[in-house]
């Protein structure tokens, strides 16, 4: 159960990674990032796919490109982000209590 939070996690980090890489250096083509992240060409290519489903980056001839919704997703990020660690603090200040009990 835990073994698939922290594959989706790192999928999570992975995606972002690539969407600061095309906010950083757009327009940023797929061998660019692969070479620059370590990612095989397959993982970038569907961290991209994803990026685009979300509408948050767009292809274009010279590689892919931020959307207008690229900068309100980023200034979001930070406050959804923290609420899923909030609550799995909870998850574990609970746990850690019914333990010891």
Not at 46 to 69: F, K, M, N
């Amino acid at each position: 159960m835990i073994d698939r939070l922290e594959k989706e996690v790192d999928m999570l980090e992975r995606h972002l990674e690539v969407l600061r890489m095309v906010i950083d250096s757009e327009p940023i083509g797929i061998v660019k990032m692969s070479n620059e992240t370590g990612y095989p060409h397959h993982k970038v290519r569907y961290s991209l796919r994803v990026l685009e489903e979300e509408t948050l980056i767009e292809p274009s001839s010279q590689g892919a490109i931020t959307t207008d919704r690229t900068s309100e997703f980023v200034d979001e990020l930070d406050g959804k982000v923290d609420t899923v660690v909030e609550k799995l603090e909870g998850m574990k200040i609970e746990n850690a209590a019914e333990i010891e009990s």
